[in-house]
């Protein structure tokens, strides 16, 4: 069975770019211990940088080195000495942020971000932040590494270790259209406060944009014949964050910067074949909860009991029609 550990690592004071080098240089710490202490054992890794915090992601097959990962992570701070290192990590982020690798859709998507915070996903591609000879650096990483939040997978049961507070983002929307040439671009903002409202975040995007016969494929792609549309979910501080962008006309544009843009009511029946294709999808591509964790370890509490999929299925059966209607049917009109 898989097991895993996530590391997570929420924005502060620090900028994105400073976040980014953090990720790089507590990664190549982190694979040259667990290379040292557990060779040749199979262990994979991932480590991503967002707008808002770092994950890094270990996955083994063999639950007892659980407690030699876990000493390792403890153990991971930075001094003097690691300068040589962090150089070289800032030399390999300037030639990655030499090239932006994102397609020009992903450019208008990420511009809904923009919507309902004051996060870009042009502050990866900045080397502002990158003084490492800044007498502060190892300071500021090693103050980063002090609001750790870690989540553990072993044998099919999760927990948690740290919660993950971060500054909150009240005075933005938490919900927003926009239109960006010929795209409706918009973004729902969702505080991740308890396991319902994950669940309930991740199905509210479910049903937007992630089956043929979505809310979005039904009442745009089809009915007008358009072409594109797609949805990114990303974790924003504690927030659920969901971002979509359409592909339309100059003639829908025109209707909708007229009368403003708003999904149709959709019936009991549509919610409940969605609810039931949610579950399902949740056990076919989830069932190690994986993505379900990922955003958990951003959230701003600790679950008390174990997390397993059979408690998701739970939460999943209790989602209400209303709830679901509360977060789609609304009326947004451009300034």
Do not use: W
């Not at 990664?27 to 994950?55: C, H, R, W």
């Not at 590494?145 to 948690?160: A, D, M, W």
């Not at 309930?200 to 016969?213: D, G, I, P, Q």
Request: proline share 1%; aromatic share 14%; net charge negative.
């Amino acid at each position: 069975m898989i097991n895993y550990i996530y590391c997570n690592f929420l924005k502060k004071k620090n900028t994105t770019s400073t976040m980014h080098l953090f990720e790089h240089c507590y990664y190549a710490k982190l694979l040259k211990e667990i290379n040292q202490k557990l060779p040749n054992e199979g262990i994979m890794f991932d480590a991503s940088t967002s707008p808002s915090s770092v994950l890094i992601e270990i996955y083994f097959s063999n639950e007892k080195y659980e407690k030699t990962i876990l000493n390792i992570i403890e153990e991971i701070k930075f001094t003097s000495n690691d300068y040589d290192e962090i150089l070289k990590e800032t030399n390999k982020i300037l030639h990655e942020i030499s090239t932006m690798d994102l397609s020009e859709e992903d450019k208008i998507l990420y511009k809904s971000l923009e919507l309902i915070s004051n996060e870009s996903i042009y502050s990866l591609y900045n080397s502002d932040g990158f003084d490492y000879l800044k007498d502060n650096i190892i300071d500021s990483f090693n103050k980063i590494i002090e609001s750790i939040s870690i989540l553990l997978y072993i044998c099919g049961n999760c927990t948690k270790k740290g919660i993950a507070l971060s500054k909150e983002l009240n005075d933005f929307d938490k919900t927003a259209f926009d239109i960006y040439e010929n795209h409706i671009i918009g973004a729902v903002r969702r505080e991740m406060d308890n396991i319902y409202n994950i669940v309930l975040s991740m199905f509210v995007s479910f049903l937007y944009a992630k089956t043929e016969n979505s809310i979005i494929q039904e009442q745009l792609i089809k009915k007008f014949g358009l072409y594109l549309a797609y949805s990114l979910d990303i974790p924003l501080y504690n927030d659920y964050c969901i971002m979509f962008l359409i592909e339309t006309n100059e003639k829908n544009l025109e209707r909708y910067k007229r009368d403003g843009f708003k999904f149709s009511n959709f019936t009991f029946e549509f919610f409940e074949k969605h609810k039931k294709a949610f579950a399902t999808s949740m056990l076919l591509l989830d069932p190690q909860l994986r993505e379900f964790n990922k955003f958990y370890v951003h959230a701003s509490f600790v679950h008390n009991d174990i997390i397993t999929i059979d408690l998701l299925m739970n939460y999943i059966e209790k989602i209400e029609y209303s709830d679901v209607k509360d977060i789609t049917e609304r009326r947004y009109l451009y300034a």
